[in-house]
Nanobody, 115 residues
Framework: QVQLVESGGGLVQPGGSLRLSCAAS????????MGWYRQAQGKQRELVAT???????NYADSVKGRCSISRENAKKTVTLQMNNLKPEDTAVYYC?????????WGQGTQVTVSS
């Protein structure tokens, strides 16, 4: 069973930065597409960023230029660096792993951007 454990969420002021991390237990991590998604209260879950096994990245337009996703295969971790955070970035952020037609989710970590 694949487990994804997120960390790094919290309360930050507008303009601040946060670094989210996700540790995976999958044996197929190096070939997995890893992603970060978020769900704000009352809204649908949406893509933030993804990174393939070959380290190709994709970002939602709303976070381009402010967020950077990276992975470290040896440690089976994926990181989302978020800068210049805005109140509209407030949401629960979920780590996602996709491999061999299977998909797994972490439990989520809360990010709140407020003064």
């Amino acid at each position: 069973q694949v487990q994804l454990v997120e960390s790094g969420g919290g309360l930050v002021q507008p303009g601040g930065s946060l670094r989210l991390s996700c540790a995976a237990s999958s044996s197929f991590f190096s070939i997995s597409t890893m992603g970060w998604y978020r769900q704000a209260q009352g809204k649908q879950r949406e893509l933030v960023a993804t990174i393939t096994g070959g380290s190709s990245t994709n970002y939602a337009d709303s976070v381009k230029g402010r967020c950077s996703i990276s992975r470290e295969n040896a440690k089976k971790t994926v990181t989302l660096q978020m800068n210049n955070l805005k109140p509209e970035d407030t949401a629960v952020y979920y780590c996602n792993l996709r491999v061999l037609k299977s998909e797994y989710w972490g439990q989520g970590t809360q990010v709140t951007v407020s003064s």
